[in-house]
Nanobody
Framework: VQLQASGGGLVQAGDSLRLSCTAS?????????MAWFRQAPGKEREFVAA????????YPAESVKGRFTISRDNAANTIYLQMNDLKSEDTAVYYC???????????????????WGQGTQVTVSS
């Protein structure tokens, strides 16, 4: 599976960005999930949001709930992360990930995902 993320950039606090991630190379099962993680300089990798491929249930992190929305387009094998009201603390490299057979209790953990994209930089200036 190849994951191609795009949409990052330099924005000001309060602005919006939409990240996209397109998967290729396989089809996903009903237990598959995709997610976004991020990592800021000097900090540990952090879960941002996940989405079940079948049914589309979403699981945002508390830190972004109400500002970020994850969604998917099954036909295009693509997920999105709509980020509104961006803050300086959202500055990070954002990684798109995918995994098959991801159980709900593991959705927020990086070990649950088999495939990682190359990352896209999001920089928010205050």
């Amino acid at each position: 599976v190849q994951l191609q993320a795009s949409g990052g950039g330099l924005v000001q606090a309060g602005d919006s960005l939409r990240l996209s991630c397109t998967a290729s190379g396989r089809t996903f099962s009903s237990n598959s999930a995709m997610a976004w993680f991020r990592q800021a300089p000097g900090k540990e990798r952090e879960f941002v949001a996940a989405i079940r491929w079948s049914g589309g249930s979403t699981y945002p992190a508390e830190s972004v709930k109400g500002r970020f929305t994850i969604s998917r387009d099954n036909a295009a094998n693509t997920i999105y992360l709509q980020m509104n009201d961006l803050k300086s603390e959202d500055t990070a490299v954002y990684y798109c990930v995918a995994g098959g057979g991801v159980i709900i209790s593991s959705l927020r953990y990086s070990y649950a995902y088999d495939y990682w994209g190359q990352g896209t930089q999001v920089t928010v200036s205050s």
